[in-house]
Protein backbone atom coordinates (compact mmCIF):
# COMPACT_ATOMS: atom_id res chain seq x y z
CA UNK A 1 0.00 0.00 0.00
CA UNK A 2 1.67 3.45 -1.53
CA UNK A 3 1.94 6.02 1.15
CA UNK A 4 2.58 9.66 0.63
CA UNK A 5 2.80 12.31 3.74
CA UNK A 6 3.29 15.86 3.07
CA UNK A 7 4.67 18.06 5.74
CA UNK A 8 5.86 21.47 6.04
CA UNK A 9 3.44 24.05 5.78
CA UNK A 10 2.32 26.85 7.26
CA UNK A 11 1.30 30.72 7.57
CA UNK A 12 3.89 33.13 6.15
CA UNK A 13 3.85 36.73 4.97
CA UNK A 14 4.73 37.51 1.42
CA UNK A 15 7.89 37.29 0.68
CA UNK A 16 8.54 34.98 3.12
CA UNK A 17 10.19 31.17 2.32
CA UNK A 18 8.36 27.72 3.22
CA UNK A 19 10.19 24.00 2.30
CA UNK A 20 7.76 21.52 2.16
CA UNK A 21 8.95 18.09 2.41
CA UNK A 22 6.99 14.52 1.08
CA UNK A 23 8.32 11.00 1.55
CA UNK A 24 6.67 8.24 -0.17
CA UNK A 25 6.46 4.47 1.46
CA UNK A 26 5.50 1.16 -0.27
CA UNK A 27 6.77 1.64 -3.46
CA UNK A 28 9.93 1.62 -5.67
CA UNK A 29 10.64 5.22 -5.38
CA UNK A 30 12.60 5.93 -7.83
CA UNK A 31 10.13 4.01 -10.41
CA UNK A 32 8.15 7.52 -9.87
CA UNK A 33 8.16 10.61 -11.23
CA UNK A 34 6.78 13.08 -8.31
CA UNK A 35 4.80 15.98 -8.24
CA UNK A 36 3.48 18.93 -6.15
CA UNK A 37 0.16 20.19 -6.79
CA UNK A 38 -1.91 22.76 -4.99
CA UNK A 39 -6.00 23.23 -4.69
CA UNK A 40 -7.64 26.64 -3.74
CA UNK A 41 -10.97 26.59 -2.58
CA UNK A 42 -13.22 26.97 -5.68
CA UNK A 43 -10.42 26.21 -7.98
CA UNK A 44 -9.46 23.13 -9.32
CA UNK A 45 -6.33 21.20 -8.55
CA UNK A 46 -3.12 22.49 -10.81
CA UNK A 47 0.59 20.74 -11.15
CA UNK A 48 3.17 23.37 -9.32
CA UNK A 49 5.99 21.47 -10.30
CA UNK A 50 7.20 17.70 -11.32
CA UNK A 51 10.27 15.93 -11.19
CA UNK A 52 11.06 12.45 -13.19
CA UNK A 53 12.78 9.94 -11.21
CA UNK A 54 15.94 10.88 -10.98
CA UNK A 55 15.93 14.29 -10.48
CA UNK A 56 17.04 15.50 -14.02
CA UNK A 57 13.87 16.51 -15.32
CA UNK A 58 11.66 19.42 -13.26
CA UNK A 59 8.87 21.65 -14.76
CA UNK A 60 7.17 24.36 -13.09
CA UNK A 61 4.05 26.22 -13.42
CA UNK A 62 4.81 29.37 -15.03
CA UNK A 63 3.44 31.54 -11.74
CA UNK A 64 5.99 29.63 -9.85
CA UNK A 65 8.75 29.89 -11.80
CA UNK A 66 12.18 31.78 -10.74
CA UNK A 67 10.38 31.22 -7.07
CA UNK A 68 9.99 27.17 -6.24
CA UNK A 69 12.52 24.70 -6.66
CA UNK A 70 11.64 21.06 -6.77
CA UNK A 71 14.17 18.21 -5.93
CA UNK A 72 14.15 14.61 -4.49
CA UNK A 73 16.25 12.45 -2.82
CA UNK A 74 15.85 8.57 -3.64
CA UNK A 75 17.84 7.40 -0.36
CA UNK A 76 15.19 8.99 1.18
CA UNK A 77 12.40 8.19 -0.66
CA UNK A 78 11.72 12.07 -0.49
CA UNK A 79 11.14 15.02 -2.20
CA UNK A 80 10.66 18.60 -1.72
CA UNK A 81 9.85 21.72 -2.28
CA UNK A 82 11.42 24.82 -1.73
CA UNK A 83 9.03 28.36 -2.08
CA UNK A 84 10.40 31.24 -2.09
CA UNK A 85 9.47 34.88 -1.93
CA UNK A 86 5.33 33.56 -1.60
CA UNK A 87 2.54 35.47 -2.72
CA UNK A 88 -0.69 35.86 -1.61
CA UNK A 89 -2.17 33.70 -4.76
CA UNK A 90 0.39 30.84 -3.52
CA UNK A 91 -2.22 30.27 -0.80
CA UNK A 92 -3.67 26.75 -1.11
CA UNK A 93 -3.59 23.41 -0.08
CA UNK A 94 -0.35 21.61 -1.09
CA UNK A 95 -0.39 17.94 -2.28
CA UNK A 96 2.56 15.37 -3.04
CA UNK A 97 1.72 12.85 -5.72
CA UNK A 98 3.73 9.67 -7.31
CA UNK A 99 2.80 8.78 -10.32
CA UNK A 100 4.26 6.40 -13.26
CA UNK A 101 5.37 8.13 -16.45
CA UNK A 102 7.14 7.38 -19.16
CA UNK A 103 10.91 9.22 -19.90
CA UNK A 104 10.61 12.17 -21.71
CA UNK A 105 12.63 14.78 -22.97
CA UNK A 106 10.46 17.74 -22.45
CA UNK A 107 10.03 17.73 -18.76
CA UNK A 108 6.70 19.78 -18.79
CA UNK A 109 4.86 16.43 -20.13
CA UNK A 110 5.92 15.04 -16.31
CA UNK A 111 2.97 17.93 -15.47
CA UNK A 112 0.43 16.71 -17.99
CA UNK A 113 -2.98 15.54 -15.98
CA UNK A 114 -3.01 12.04 -17.95
CA UNK A 115 0.27 11.20 -15.84
CA UNK A 116 -1.00 11.88 -12.77
CA UNK A 117 -4.81 12.14 -12.29
CA UNK A 118 -4.14 8.61 -10.67
CA UNK A 119 -1.45 8.86 -8.59
CA UNK A 120 -1.49 8.16 -5.12
CA UNK A 121 -1.89 11.48 -2.67
CA UNK A 122 -0.51 12.88 0.48
CA UNK A 123 -3.57 14.46 2.45
CA UNK A 124 -1.92 17.78 1.66
CA UNK A 125 -0.09 20.68 3.87
CA UNK A 126 -2.11 24.31 4.16
CA UNK A 127 -0.20 27.40 3.10
CA UNK A 128 -1.14 30.66 3.84
CA UNK A 129 0.46 33.68 2.58
CA UNK A 130 -0.44 37.18 4.32
CA UNK A 131 -0.45 39.79 2.34
Known amino acids: QVQVVESGGGFVQAGGSLRLSCTAS????????MGWFRQAPGKEREAVSC????????AYNDSVKGRFTVSRDNRKNAVYLQMNNLKPEDTATYYC????????????????????????WGQGTQVTVSS
Open 51 to 58: INWSGSRT
Open 97 to 120: AAYRAPSFADPNAYCERQWWFSAD
Open 26 to 33: GLTFDDYA
